[in-house]
């Protein structure tokens, strides 16, 4: 079965710095698909980016990219220019073809004014 | 395009009544999913279906549980005798299933308080 770990509970930084969330996942495909997604306090699940893991290409979407390590099983995102609006749990999530999602345990990440 | 609608966003109900819930997914979108999250944790997955087939539930799924998706539109989740352990956000989810089209839809969630 797979696994999906965050390792931060929780981070803090001050409005635009930049800040990486870690994950790291374990499975025995070689296919499938990798997510970040972000819950801002009493809202809907929004997805914020995606990665397939046939592509060594990092995704990037405007201030949100990854670093996708395969062989390492590691998946982390970087906020470039963090704003207010950026305050949510982030959850990373894995899945195997067009199935069900994994997701960590998240990590809850304020920013600062 | 409307998003993942549920309903009810809330539901306050007392132990040993059963509840049910339903979600509206995304027009067109063929696959849907149910999940459940409580405080502080990542969502976990209860059950799938494409179109009106379920083709998977989670072994959380006990047998008080039960989910229909009875024309390949809407889904409906019943919770029979409701236990206090029940309580959580009861998350609802939509994808096209091919493609880019993996990507899911998260609809609002309706939140369950057993009493």
């Known amino acids: 079965a797979q696994t999906v770990t965050q390792s931060q509970p929780e981070m803090s930084v001050q409005e635009a710095e930049t800040v990486t969330l870690s994950c790291t996942y374990d499975t025995s495909e070689s296919n499938y698909y990798l997510f970040w997604y972000k819950q801002p306090p009493s809202r809907q699940m929004i997805l914020v980016i995606r990665?397939?893991?046939?592509?060594?290409q990092n995704a990037t979407e405007n201030r949100f990219s990854v670093n996708f390590q395969k062989a390492a099983k590691s998946f982390s995102l970087k906020i470039s220019d963090s704003q207010l609006g950026d305050t949510a749990m982030y959850f990373c999530?894995?899945?195997?073809?067009?199935?069900?999602?994994?997701f960590g345990q998240g990590t809850r990440l304020t920013i600062n004014p | 395009d409307t998003g993942v609608s549920q309903d009810p966003r809330h539901k306050i109900t007392k132990r040993g009544q059963n509840v049910t819930f339903r979600c509206d997914p995304i027009?067109?979108?063929?696959?849907l999913y149910w999940y459940r999250q409580t405080l502080g944790q990542g969502p976990e997955f209860l059950t799938y279906f494409q179109n009106e087939a379920q083709l998977e539930k989670s072994r959380l799924l006990s047998d008080r549980f039960s989910a229909e998706r009875p024309k390949g539109s809407f889904s409906t989740l019943e919770i029979q005798r409701t236990e206090q352990g029940d309580s959580a956000m009861y998350l609802c989810a939509s994808s096209l299933g091919r493609g880019r089209s993996y990507e899911q839809y998260f609809g609002p969630g309706t939140r369950l308080t057993v009493t």
């Open positions: 990665q397939e893991a046939y592509k060594q």
């Open positions: 999530a894995f899945m195997r073809g067009a199935q069900k999602l994994v």
């Open positions: 027009s067109e979108h063929n696959r």
